[in-house]
């Protein structure tokens, strides 16, 4: 559930919020897999120039995700209140994954 009208004033207090809305270990492992699938995409998209793969990496980002909130989690993408924060924590959650910060 998010925090009742909480507007927070930097990264580092949303990224706390972040995590916890993303206690689940499949849904942290939904969000590291699409946000790695949706990188990978947007390489290629532009590599090939095949604007569609935009879509797919759109498509395949938020699928996984969402996954993980609503059948993991139980709990409403921060994606809808948080979008650009959101985004910024989906790709600290991967980087702290691969620097071994985080569990996997």
């Known amino acids: 559930m998010h925090e009742a ?3 927070y ?3 580092d207090e949303f990224y706390g919020f972040y995590l916890r809305e ?3 270990p499949v849904s942290r492992r939904l969000h590291v897999a699409g946000t790695s699938l949706a990188l990978i995409l947007v390489v290629l998209a532009a590599g090939l120039r ?3 793969l935009l879509v797919a990496a759109l498509a395949c980002g938020y699928g996984l995700a969402w996954t993980g909130h609503f059948f993991f989690e139980k709990n409403r993408p921060a994606t809808f209140t948080y979008p650009w924060w959101s985004l ?3 790709f600290r959650l ?3 994954t691969l620097a071994g910060r985080r569990k996997w």
């Open 5 to 7: 009208g909480r507007r």
């Open 9 to 11: 004033r930097t990264f």
């Open 22 to 24: 993303h206690a689940h």
């Open 50 to 52: 095949q604007p569609w």
């Open 88 to 90: 910024r924590g989906d």
């Open 94 to 96: 991967l980087a702290d």
